[in-house]
């Protein structure tokens, strides 16, 4: 997992966790297991939409972490019931980049230019969030050299 650091990892995974919640429960929720070298696990629970396939739900997963952080690329190795309306689901990271470059840490750097922990941004409620990503959209967007005329 060469640039993404373990702490660094489990915040996004929490993170991506957050969201996915925010969207798809009751029907499917989403809980960190564990973290591995390699990769984390995630037990989903709820009825599941029956006219989706499983799959879907752990595949939407990776979508919402993807969304968060583009510092990797992540797979589901291997799948595993848990229970009567539960799954493991063991998820490999396939490939990561710097993180200097990409955007999460940027996003961390906006975070520390206003004086907030990444911490903080994740104990924040839904529209706090909303409102400081809209604010790192913006800084972002001015941080980016203007074409000359």
């Known amino acids: 997992m060469k640039g993404v650091a373990g702490a ?7 993170r991506a966790i957050e969201v996915y919640n925010r969207y798809r ?16 696990i995630i037990e989903f629970e709820g009825p599941f939409c029956q006219s989706c396939g499983v799959k879907d739900y752990f595949e939407d ?6 969304d968060i952080s583009r510092a990797f690329r992540v797979e589901v190795k291997e799948t595993e019931p848990a229970g009567p309306q539960s ?3 063991r998820y490999r990271i396939k490939d ?8 999460d840490s940027l996003f961390r ?5 206003k004086g907030l922990s990444f ?6 409620n839904p529209c706090t969030k909303d409102v400081i990503m809209f604010h790192f959209r913006t800084w972002l967007f001015e941080r980016q050299p203007q074409p000359k005329k």
């Open 8 to 14: 660094h990892l489990n915040d996004l995974v929490l």
């Open 25 to 40: 429960s009751p029907e499917a929720t989403a809980k960190l297991v564990g973290m591995e070298k390699d990769g984390f």
């Open 61 to 66: 997963f990776i979508h919402e972490l993807e």
């Open 87 to 89: 799954f493991r689901v």
């Open 96 to 103: 990561s980049l710097s993180v200097e470059d990409n955007e």
């Open 109 to 113: 750097e906006f975070l520390l230019d």
């Open 119 to 124: 911490r903080e941004y994740l104990a924040s």
